[in-house]
């Protein structure tokens, strides 16, 4: 629960500058979305993977 509110409020704060102050292109948002999608997707393959590590050890 405390990752996916971190991953929130760095979505929001991402908004916030882009609504308030344009200084956010476009790109940079979706290149942020698209490496936070990897950074968890790999998590959690990692965690699938330690369990299955530790479960046949």
Do not use: I, Y
């Not at 500058?17 to 998590?43: I, K």
Request: hydrophobic content about 55%.
């Amino acid at each position: 629960m405390r990752k996916h509110l971190h991953t929130t409020l760095w979505f929001l704060a991402t908004a916030t500058l882009l609504a308030t102050s344009g200084c956010v292109t476009n790109q940079q948002v979706f290149d942020f979305a698209r490496t936070e999608f990897a950074r968890l997707v790999a998590d959690a393959l990692g965690r699938v993977f330690q369990v299955f590590v530790q479960a046949t050890a």
